[in-house]
């Protein structure tokens, strides 16, 4: 059987983030110093979708023939598969249609976080919907061309280990690149682990489900090792939303990874009390140059709105502060454009990212995404249910007490604010650039009462590991 992966990078879309649903890019309001901004989202070539390299990988070892197709629609294969973003669905409904025409014998399903939540989207079309995980097309492809119905249920991947390594062989991975996380190229994309046990009522990673399945630490670092010899990659962008959860396979994995034939970077993602002093030396010691944090807003009267049990001021500060002592960047995510936000409200948001000061402060623009309890919540407070502004920089709801061009305003404000400043530079310049360490500039000093070689903090400490209470109340970030 030909199989054809359909895809698309119109629309700035990069597909792996906010749990499948799809990132933008910073739009570049705020005159030159936002265009300057912009050309730093813009230069990199994100990743070909993670779940597309395991369904290169499936189809071809239950023996079919695969290919990539971006934007273009080639005729004659015989199962066409789309895993379509909100922000580009409209294109990908078009495109789903030109198969049909082209191949009226052809096979259309259509995967991914859209397809799960939002099977309605696709009535209308001759398309079978694939509700839970893909990669369980490996056992249950048959299922799934013989159904008659309009959509199926294949459930989630109960043995991670039990998948193949992603095959990245169809797409352009020598182009893959990730600058803010990284200074070498090119950058694999993997996972340690899926899935979050935390409650965040706009989290998109919890969907599917909200319990973990964690890897084994020796086929994540073979994946590593054959990403190297066979693709090149030179860093890794781990997609976890909550990495680091298992201690004792992070430190074996870790061990994994010092092993290596080349030193490589790598990346994470996850809550700042899952990532005590001992795991972040370790990991640093073996390449990693990047953490992913959800930070939000210093409200804490709007995090428990959503469902979110807020982290202490010193604990965020601390963390930050010990990242940057020891070279790694802190890629912080911060939310603006609540319904009920004002001025003054995100106004704060960007005073409080100043003070914490990360390496990236990305400001995320509150995105209502299907399948979530935050969407059903407000739902009469969205503005626009065109999904091609579901970017995480346009706003899209009705606010209270601003319109929307305000929040856009803020919104360019907080970034050309936030890194055109001096304290921003000098405490993140030489992570950044490590070029100016070779001239003298000097990485932050260890935070008061840390050291870099101590192992796990006493109870008091602001970085303390997550625990069950917190697991119960707490959430994940809108993006990743």
Known sequence: MRVVLW???????????????????????????????????????????????????????????????LDDVPPGADLYVFNPSLITLPLERQA??????????????????????????????????????????????????NTTEG???????????QLPLPDWSPFAYQKFRIGFDFSQFPTGLIQQSRGCTLKCNYCPYIIIENSTRVRSPEL???????????????????????????????????????????????????????LRPDVLKALREVGLTSITVGIETPSEETLRKYHRAPIRDDRQREFVSLCQSLGIRTVAGFMIGFPEDTEKSILGVLRYAKAVNPTFANFNVVTPYPGTEFYDQIKSQIETFDTSKYTVYTPVLKYRYL?????????????????????????????VWPWLQKLGMKLPPLPAGIHAHEGPPPPHSGLSVINKEDCSTDDRRNVA
């Not at 119109?10 to 309001?29: R, S, T």
């Not at 014998?105 to 839970?132: C, D, N, W, Y």
């Not at 959509?151 to 280990?161: N, P």
């Open 151 to 161: 959509s199926i249920d294949i459930g989630k991947v109960a043995d991670l280990d």
């Open 403 to 431: 319109t929307s061009e305000q929040v856009s305003e803020l919104h360019a404000r907080c970034f050309l604010s936030y890194f055109f400043r001096g304290r921003w530079f000098w405490a993140n310049g030489p992570i």
């Open 96 to 145: 789903m249609a030109t198969a049909i025409a082209k191949n009226p014998g052809a096979k259309v399903i259509v995967t991914g976080a859209v397809a799960h939540s939002m099977t309605e989207a696709f009535e209308g079309l001759p398309v079978t919907v694939v509700r839970g995980e893909a990669e369980q097309l490996l056992w249950k492809l048959d299922d799934v061309l």
């Open 220 to 274: 994540v670092a073979a994946e590593m090792r054959a990403g190297i010899k066979i693709y090149g990659f030179r860093s890794f962008k781990f997609r976890d939303p909550l990495f680091g959860v298992d201690r004792k396979k992070i430190f074996r994995l870790a061990e994994l990874i010092g092993k290596l034939p080349t030193k490589i970077q790598f990346s994470i993602e996850s809550r700042i009390d899952v």
């Open 7 to 69: 895809d698309t990078r119109k629309l700035d879309v990069a597909k792996d983030f906010a749990g499948g649903y799809g990132v933008g890019q910073f739009p570049g309001g705020g005159g030159i110093g936002g265009r300057i901004v912009r050309h730093f989202f813009k230069r990199d070539y994100r990743p070909t979708a993670l779940v597309f390299a395991y369904l290169a990988a499936i189809f071809r070892k239950l023996g079919h023939k695969v290919e990539y197709a």
